[in-house]
Nanobody, 122 residues
Framework: QVQLVESGGGLVQAGGSLRLSCAASGRTFSSYAMGWFRQAPGKEREFVAAISWSGSSNYYADSVKGRFTISRDNAKNTVYLQMNSLQAEDTAVYSC??????WGSGAKYDYWGQGTQVTVSS
């Protein structure tokens, strides 16, 4: 089993940057592909990005492509989401999760973290 803890959220002005971290417990972290999701108030949870277990493959939602970068450090059991050129519509709670089947936005995810709030002021 894997436990996930997100951090790095906060308040930032439009055009700014933040880097989110997702720290995982468990010895098998490096075996899992991982993903980031977000949920804005009153909206459904939305896929943001995914990364393969080795970090060699990434997948992004069209809404963040070219602005966000997902990466991982398996030695630190951590997945990152670098967010640049942030916009007001990026405001949401961001959560990470483990891919247990499939790949990308259509994969099956489990072991969700509690999330970290990102607020972008315009």
């Amino acid at each position: 089993q894997v436990q996930l803890v997100e951090s790095g959220g906060g308040l930032v002005q439009a055009g700014g940057s933040l880097r989110l971290s997702c720290a995982a417990s468990g010895r098998t972290f490096s075996s899992y592909a991982m993903g980031w999701f977000r949920q804005a108030p009153g909206k459904e949870r939305e896929f943001v990005a995914a990364i393969s277990w080795s970090g060699s493959s990434n997948y992004y939602a069209d809404s963040v492509k070219g602005r966000f970068t997902i990466s991982r450090d398996n030695a630190k059991n951590t997945v990152y989401l670098q967010m640049n050129s942030l916009q007001a519509e990026d405001t949401a709670v961001y959560s990470c999760a483990v891919i247990i089947q499939g790949w990308g936005s259509g994969a099956k995810y489990d072991y969700w973290g509690q999330g970290t709030q990102v607020t972008v002021s315009s």
